[in-house]
């Protein structure tokens, strides 16, 4: 599968990202001309083939005992997509191979996992009327579809990013398009099983168009996102939707120095601050960057090409305020890194891919209580079908 297919799901608006972004490209590897040093150890854990899932395009989830949950675009028993495990000794366990409709199908998005150990997800694809799915894996294995969007009467379609659960067993997610302008919606799934469309973004110049990943959730309720384009520059936003369903736009970058394209979503600390990544800006391939509770950007980072380019996904967060991240390019070899941010701002790359252990590098990280990082390459890997890593800082 080409990354162009891949690409293919996340719609017209993300393809056409996508390709500036690539066309780019070639003039920053030209640009190259030192790659620092690598830090840390890295071990693939797994490599994706066929029967056990392919192209994971989606971050990790941890439990108490060390296991690794996530989905995979394709692959599968049907194709379609699957939700899998990797086990703290290792092996992979296919939990759920979607299938025909009603099923979901091509999940890109992590998952989320209640006290019971049942997990959550989308499908940006199937469902009863093609839109795409909130479903629902269950300890045993079982899985059910909580909600099909039907893309009518304001409702979502195609959402991509994971989902966040409240002490009520209430979701929260975002999809891509849809809602009272198509630019994408906020929604709430509750424990019965009933949408609530909270929000629809009405686009540039405005509001922010096309959410696709996940939200964050603080203490009152309140829920925190970005949208990769729209807003007042058109390069993105980060919103705010508080518990009355109020939305507000904290920040929309400039572009250019400042940095564009929030593919990713954003981390939050105690005083309220935001970090995330913009896939462009910069000195041309991706920044990382600090956004006061008033909308005021600091850039902690410009991204060169040996260092990383092009990061697309959101960050981690440490006790001490240190930053993880992947680039989807860029690094010694060119299929991109694992990098860290100190809280002072100097960047180390921990992990430069070369194709055989991970390419493509799409998603996230989570870390563990030890200070592990563990996440997926969409690409790359034994069979080039991607892979799940684990780097030791």
């Known amino acids: 599968m080409t990354r162009i297919a891949q690409v293919e799901l996340f719609g017209r608006w993300l393809r056409a990202a996508r390709a500036i972004l690539t066309s780019a490209l070639v003039l920053v590897s030209v640009a ?30 941890i439990d108490s005992e060390g296991n690794l949950y996530g989905t995979t675009q394709n692959g599968g028993a049907h194709g379609r997509g699957t939700v899998f495990e990797i086990t703290n000794a290792g092996k992979e366990i296919v939990l759920h191979s979607f299938g025909a409709a009603p099923d979901g199908k091509f999940p890109l998005s992590s998952l989320v996992r209640d006290a019971a150990g049942n997990l959550y997800g989308t499908t940006t ?27 009518i009467n304001n ?9 966040v659960l409240d002490s009520h067993g209430n979701l929260y997610g975002t999809t891509q398009e849809g ?49 990769e384009i729209g807003g007042r520059f058109n390069n993105g936003t980060i919103f705010e939707l508080d518990e009355s369903g109020n939305e ?14 929030l593919f990713g979503g954003v981390v939050r600390d105690n005083q309220g601050n935001f970090y995330g990544t913009a896939a462009y800006g910069g000195d041309g391939v991706g920044t990382v960057f600090k956004v006061s509770p008033e909308g005021a950007e600091t850039v902690l980072y410009t991204f060169t090409g040996g260092d990383g380019a ?9 006790a001490q305020g240190n930053l993880y991240g992947t680039a989807e390019f860029g690094g010694a070899n060119g299929p991109g890194v694992v990098f860290e941010i100190t809280n002072s701002g100097t ?31 969409t690409e790359g890997g034994a069979y080039n079908q991607g892979t799940v890593f684990k780097m030791v800082p």
């Not at 507000?248 to 394209?261: A, D, L, M």
């Not at 092009?310 to 440490?318: E, F, M, N």
């Open 32 to 61: 190259i001309t030192a790659q620092p040093a690598q830090a840390g150890t890295f071990t693939v854990l797994y490599s994706f083939h066929g029967a056990k899932g392919e192209y994971p395009l989606a971050g990790l989830i």
């Open 125 to 151: 694809q199937g469902g009863s009327h093609g839109f795409g799915t909130v479903f629902k894996v269950d300890a045993t294995g079982a899985e059910s579809v909580l909600y099909s969007f039907s893309g």
């Open 155 to 163: 409702d979502g379609r195609y959402p991509s990013a994971g989902l």
């Open 179 to 227: 809602g009272q302008k198509g630019f994408g919606t906020i929604f709430k799934l509750d424990a019965g099983g009933t949408e609530t469309v909270l929000y629809s973004f009405t686009g540039y110049p405005k509001d922010g168009e096309y959410p696709i990943a996940a939200l964050i959730r603080d203490n009152h309720g309140n829920l925190y996102g970005t949208t």
């Open 248 to 261: 507000s736009v904290i920040f929309s970058p400039k572009g250019n120095r400042g940095g564009g394209y």
């Open 310 to 318: 092009y990061p697309s996904a959101g960050l981690v967060r440490d």
């Open 347 to 377: 960047e180390t790359v921990l992990h430069s891919f070369d194709g055989s252990d991970g390419a493509a590098l799409l998603t996230g990280l989570v870390l563990d209580n030890a200070g592990n990082l563990y996440g997926t390459a």
